[in-house]
């Protein structure tokens, strides 16, 4: 059984930066694709990005290209997601997941943008 547990998360201005982490103890990690997916208030859960178990493929929601950035270290066990120029739109929970489609997730990690 994996255990994902997320942090980075917090409160930043716009054109910020924030960077999170996520490290998955327990079960397998390097055999499956990781991710981040957020979900805004009253909006539904949606894929931010995802990191192929070798990190030779990467996805992307349009809104995030260019901005965010997963990336992956096997022998750590983690699972990391840059985000640079950090809009209001961005905020909501950030949850890290293993497997795609999604098996299992996090606990999350809120990220607010605001002035």
């Known amino acids: 059984q994996v255990q994902l547990v997320e942090s980075g998360g917090g409160l930043v201005q716009p054109g910020g930066s924030l960077r999170l982490s996520c490290v998955a103890s327990g079960g397998l990690f390097s055999i499956y694709s990781m991710g981040w997916y957020r979900q805004a208030p009253e909006k539904a859960r949606e894929m931010v990005a995802t990191i192929s178990g070798t990190s030779s493929s990467t996805k992307y929601a349009d809104s995030v290209k260019g901005r965010f950035t997963i990336s992956r270290d096997n022998v750590k066990r983690t699972v990391n997601l840059q985000m640079n120029s950090l809009k209001p739109e961005d905020t909501a929970v950030y949850y890290c997941?293993?497997?795609?489609?999604?098996?299992?997730w996090g606990q999350g990690t809120q990220v607010s943008v605001s002035s």
């Open positions: 997941t293993r497997g795609d489609p999604p098996r299992d």
